[in-house]
């Protein structure tokens, strides 16, 4: 090819193409080059590489790819660029060479077109659509597709890219952004090597592209002038934050309780609060030396049992460097119902299950059931959150690793509102997935951390006025004798 190819690129496009981060990520208004930078992404790729590509360019439909981004990247490299076969292969004649198969995917059903390739990178292009509707934007199921297969090909380095608009907060987009830098880290059976996946993800600002017309960026305010939620996303490029109710846990505060950090699992006691059914959630956590309650991390899944959510993600997480060779206690605890018979057995239950799958000293770990009404499961909720360590150090933390907690309680987790904003109903929205990992965190917190009512009545033993004020002072239990079973209570921490 004559000459050479030559890309200017602002500083946060030049950061997402240089990057070598085995996931990436660009979000950022509409106009601001996010295209250009995943074109010059598979480029500087293959330089990495040292050697030719193929990689793999996804949107939601093959006609938004033929319609827009095509033109796109015929725009920017001209003559550089050779499509093939209706524009469902693409080259780039750059040194080292490109190859890309461009496909659209309309549901998972067709995610089995990244199954067959062996990919060095793979792109997703605007995963998150602009209206929602049936089939608009990608699932979440093709981007692990993509994690999956953007390793395969021998010789080169994986690389999954994304470049998009910001989307709302409930898309898998959105919790994508906020996974720690560490995404998964394991040791591999094969070679016993420690092998991690890094996530980046990048945010364009508005106005960064000093090419782009100015009467389109306005002309992208005056479409959204009137939607706020839209207008977050595609002129001022932030993810759209939309309550759709009151939140169930208003004490609590991301700049207080949200640590930007992953926090270190000690060795010792770890807890195991749960929400069961077919939509099963474990939130892990533990009490420091000093007293703070630390959530790290959250299992979660639909359409499972329980059983189901320890064999595919619980025991991964465990067998994992964060956690291997740390656990010597159990407490585990969960919905009152973990109790209920199984209909396959009367023998059988999930409380029972998890109780021998996961035991103290040999023996199975006792269950802690949480109340049985909403009424007193709700009362420490956000007296939690007011809670402070001698230090000034807020009693509970939740870890970087658990960002799927952090967005239930900022507000995902919530109450039901009519038109006036009054609260509809007594107990929280059920038909979410927050809801699921609230429900774990509030009877976890009921058991941890239950609340006292002040007697004023005379005649209070003061011996147990004070044994209960202990308790609740040095982070230790208390065992109470309950149909011959040792069961743990009591359990707090300093105030």
Known sequence: MPGDLFFDLGPTQSDFCDSDEEIVQIIGPMGEGKTYAGVVGLIAHAQR???DIRT???????????????????????????????????LIHSEPKVYCDLFGIDDESSISKLQGPQYACIWLEEPAPIYEKANAGLPIGVFNMAVARAARQAGTRMRVQITQNPSDEEHWTALLAEEPYIYM????????????????????RKGENRYL??????????????????????????TATVYKGKKVTPGYSPKIHFSEQILPVQRGELIQMWDSWSNPTC?????????????????????????????????LLLNSPKY??????????????????DQSSSRNNTAKML????????????????????STIKQPLNRCFKRLLNDGQPVVRVSRSATRLNRALRGGWHYKVDMNQNIIGNKPEKNDDHCHVGDAFANGIAILMPYQERKTSRGIDKAKQQRLARSYGGGSYSRTSQAGTDVRTGFGIPG
Not at 63 to 88: A, P
Not at 185 to 199: F, H, M, N
Request: proline content about 4%.
């Open 213 to 238: 017309n100015p009467m389109a960026r306005i002309a992208n305010q005056a479409a959204f002038k009137y939607d706020k939620a839209k207008w977050t996303r595609y002129v001022e490029g932030e």
């Open 283 to 315: 939130i892990l956590a533990q009490y420091t030396d000093a007293g703070q309650l630390v959530f790290h991390d959250v299992c979660y899944d639909q359409g499972i049992g329980a059983e189901e959510l320890c064999d595919e993600r619980l025991d």
């Open 185 to 204: 880290q394991a040791e591999d059976p094969g070679t016993g090597k420690l092998v991690t996946i890094r996530k980046k993800t990048l945010f364009i």
């Open 49 to 51: 590489c040292r050697r």
């Open 56 to 90: 793999a360019l996804v949107r939601d439909t093959f006609q938004n790819i033929k319609t827009s981004t095509k033109q796109d990247i015929e725009e920017y490299l001209q003559t550089w660029v050779e499509f093939r076969d209706g524009g469902k292969h693409m």
């Open 324 to 341: 291997k060779g740390k656990v010597k206690r159990w407490r585990i605890m969960g919905d009152q119902t973990m109790r209920n018979m």
């Open 355 to 374: 109780s021998k799958r996961y035991k103290t000293d040999g023996r199975p770990t006792p269950f802690e059931p949480g109340p049985v009404h909403w």
